[in-house]
Structures are given as structure tokens and as C-alpha cells.
């Protein structure tokens, strides 16, 4: 007799009855002075950012006008904490986003600096004008890649290094 692994989702909603998809949200932590949850409710509240990108992947391209806010934006709201009197301190700070799926890319402080970089990175709740789905939840897109690698889907945390 062979076993098959039941997904855990199909094993509580079995048990329990449908489970309404969770609302989007992440975690922002690390070196900042306001650390919390930030969900699609709170992005909306903040001025948007709107990109038209397309990244190469390795099925095609990733296309499409993306809406939310500049992860710089959270990041000043968040309050990056800096050592002080150290020339350019807040560039010995590196950023982490995490998916859902355990997925990880870093971006370095710099490149997202309106004043140095300037990638306008974006933490994204909507697509072409249309929520992003639920299965998916938020998505970091960098307009600046040429490749889709740091465009993590289901961010659940942005950690401040």
C-alpha cells in the first residue's frame, strides 16, 4: 500500500473548514528605530509608486505596471538607525527581503538612495491596476534588474542589517 503526503492546507481545511486567505503583510525589523507589520491596507495609505517593467526569467518575461511603495519610503518611516558621527553611515546597511517560500535576495542601502542609486525598488500590492492574488501577496520588484531574481513574491519580511 502506498502513502501519498496530504498538503497541510487540505488536511485543515478537512478539519476545519475553508480558511479565508490571509490579507498581504510583511515584517520590518532589524536596525530601525519603528520595527512592526506592514500590510496592504498600510502600503495603500502611502503615496504610490507606479513602474512599467519588464524582467527576463526563465520562462519568459515578467511584464506589467506595477503599484506600490518605494521601499525607501517604508525605510525612512521606519527610521534606519545609523551610528553616529560615521561619514555615510547609513551605507553600511544592507536590507534583506524574504518570501513566503523561504526565497531571499539582499540589496544593499546605496542602490535604493534617491541621492546615490536611486532604484526606485518597490514593495508591490497590485499589478496592471488589479490587486496582486492572495496565493501570490506582495512582491518586491527592482526596475533596475535586468533579471527577474530579486523579484521575491509573497515578502513576508524586510530586515534592516
Known sequence: MSRRAVPLALLLALAF????AQPASFVLEGAVRHPGTIG???LRSLPPTTLAVSLATDHGALSGTW????????LQRAGVLTV???KNAA???????RGN???AVALSFGEIDPRIGGSAAIIAYARD??????DQGLRLIVPSD?????????VVRVEVH
Open 17 to 20: 473548514g475553508p480558511v479565508a
Open 129 to 134: 491596476g488589479r490587486p496582486l492574488p492572495p
Open 40 to 42: 496592504v491596507a498600510d
Open 67 to 74: 503599484t506600490g511603495v518605494l521601499l525607501w519610503t517604508l
Open 91 to 97: 551605507l553600511l546597511h544592507t536590507l534583506v527581503i
Open 101 to 103: 517560500d523561504g526565497y
Open 84 to 86: 553616529a558621527k560615521t
Open 146 to 154: 535586468k533579471f527577474a531574481a530579486r523579484a521575491v513574491r509573497g
